[in-house]
């Protein structure tokens, strides 16, 4: 069956520093990859999205890569700050119009 | 603000009643989906609809059912209702052909 997993336990990092945080997958082929923020109590906010054929994708401190062979995405945080603090999720969708797989999330602390 | 609409924000139920949770999407967007959040399950897909027609189901329980009226908006009906289905229900609408979902803030239900 299709799993997606994130690193189920809290990253805590010191502000400044940058935060990698992991999606793997496996029995799918996603024609994208999305990454959300979610604060608690409130709903996922889109940040990112890369496609298949994309290695890496970048906005402002946020990048993105995605590597189909190892069914693998890593999204870094660059010079994060005690309000990048949220749980980040990874959501995966076989082609556009489909209902979005998504990982548990992980937590991420920025600490001053 | 996504400019997706779900009342009503908080609910409080009992087992065995019928509640329903009501979605506004974003202007111009045909495609409805519903999500439910536990805190074990994480993001789970239920239901999308396009443009009021049924497109896809996912973990949904019989007990469990929507619709899309012709103003677009949802509605989800949830009946006979038990404790393990308090939840976040999230809604978040699309695009034709979008990749990026965006969510409401989300209807928390609690079921004593």
């Known amino acids: 069956s299709q799993k997606i997993e994130q690193n189920s336990e809290a990253l805590n990092i010191q502000e400044g520093k940058t935060a990698t945080l992991t999606c793997n997958y496996t029995?799918?082929?996603?024609?994208?990859l999305q990454w959300y923020r979610q604060d608690p109590g409130r709903g996922p906010v889109f940040l990112l999205l890369i496609r298949e054929n994309e290695k890496e994708k970048r906005k402002e401190r946020l990048k993105v890569t995605f590597d189909t062979t190892l069914k693998q995405s890593l999204f870094h945080i660059t010079a994060s700050q005690p309000a990048d603090s949220a749980t980040y999720l990874c959501?995966?969708?076989?082609?556009?119009?489909?209902?979005?797989?998504f990982g548990k999330g992980t937590s991420l602390l920025v600490t001053p | 603000d996504s400019g997706v609409t779900q009342t009503p924000k908080h609910l409080i139920t009992a087992t065995g009643q019928r509640v329903t949770l009501r979605c506004s999407p974003r202007s111009g967007d045909l495609s409805v989906y519903w999500y439910q959040q536990s805190l074990d399950q994480g993001l789970q897909f239920l239901i999308q609809y396009y443009n009021g027609e049924e497109r896809a189901k996912g973990n949904i329980l019989e007990r469990f059912s929507a619709q899309q009226f012709p103003d677009l908006h949802s509605e989800l009906n949830l009946s006979s209702l038990e404790l393990g289905d308090s939840a976040l229900y999230f809604c978040?609408?699309?695009?034709?052909?979008?990749?990026?979902?965006?969510f409401g803030p989300g209807t928390r239900l609690l079921v004593l």
């Open positions: 978040a609408s699309a695009r034709e052909g979008g990749e990026t979902q965006y």
């Open positions: 959501a995966l969708a076989p082609g556009s119009g489909y209902a979005l797989n």
């Open positions: 029995n799918y082929s996603p024609a994208y």
